[in-house]
């Protein structure tokens, strides 16, 4: 079983660090670190705890939260009232992997972290990636251009119903739907880049890996 992903907030305004980790603490997998208030003490707590993500306001009050994420190697996400590009601009450039202005759902917070969660998922790996690898990785991050309400097609639901809870191959999907394996393959990779199927790859001893799709469940 993999280790939950740590999460620290940083943020000077106590009552929403507290509803921030509230939402890191509710989600499966997460880990919610004691949040801290300043820059200065966000540093002693990723040396004392080697956190996995930030959750990083932009401007606090012994100094700005944008630089401090770019000086330290640790993923982030920057949660701001600030709504200028330039500050957007220069989050983004220092290596913030989301954005999120102030005043939020608690949903949409939760919504990231689950996609962040996936894409570290996909890369969890020590060999080589291939582009689609990495162009899925960032899909899944950023979320689809498709709008969230846009139902499943027939042919995708009759897929994810198929694949229940095993984890199984394009072919195998295709054989117990009664489609195609292209067309299987086709749209368990729309249902990746979505986040509804995850893909994990299974090495043999010669040749390319076997991709393998299993729902993605929570």
Known sequence: MSQPIRVLVVDDDFR?????????????GFTALDPVHS?????????????????????????????????VDVDAFVLSAATDAATVRRALRAGALAYLTKPF???????????????????????????????????ILHGSAEPASVARSATEQRILEGLGDDE??????????GISRATAQRHLATLAARGQVEVRLRYGTTGRPEHRYVSARG
């Open 168 to 177: 199984a191959s394009a072919a195998e999907v295709a054989e117990r739907v």
């Open 39 to 71: 820059l200065g003490a966000a540093r002693q707590a990723v040396r004392a705890h080697a956190p996995d993500l930030l959750l990083v306001d932009a401007f606090l009050p012994d100094g700005d939260g944008v630089e401090f994420i770019a000086g």
């Open 105 to 139: 759902d608690a949903r949409v917070l939760a919504e990231r972290l689950d996609r962040y969660a996936r894409m570290r998922n996909l890369l969890a790996t020590d060999r080589p990636l291939e582009q689609e690898q990495i162009d899925r990785a960032l899909t």
């Open 16 to 28: 929403v660090a507290g509803l921030h980790r509230d939402v890191v603490a509710s989600r499966t």
